[in-house]
């Protein structure tokens, strides 16, 4: 991939367009190695906001799934000690019927 055919596939993306990319990993690093070796300032400050953009998007992405990723640990963990208190419950009630009968 060269910059021009990065800077169609990219410029105009959606956060979503973006997400769905194919080659999106090979194509940042296919073109990190072109940005290093452009000479024409006005290029590379072009592609290296177009770098920000999808780097913000993948950041966001990151965040978005860290934060559901806590989320679903703070559920399983409620969950635990729910089903922790119902077991200890169930036990002293088990316990307590022995002695009755």
Not at 54 to 67: D, F, H, K, M, R
Request: charged fraction near 30%; hydrophobic fraction near 35%; include cysteine.
């Amino acid at each position: 991939m060269n910059i021009t055919s990065f800077m169609d596939k990219y410029k105009d993306a959606t956060p979503e367009d973006i997400l769905k990319a194919e080659g999106l990993e090979r194509d940042l690093a296919t073109i990190q190695r072109e940005v290093m070796n452009l000479g024409n300032d006005n290029m590379s400050a072009e592609v290296q906001d177009v770098l920000r953009n999808i780097y913000a998007v993948l950041e966001s992405q990151i965040v978005q799934v860290n934060e559901q990723m806590k989320e679903q640990k703070g559920k399983m963990l409620l969950s635990n000690k729910r089903e922790n208190a119902c077991l200890a419950y169930l036990q002293s009630a088990g316990a307590g019927n022995k002695g009755r009968r």
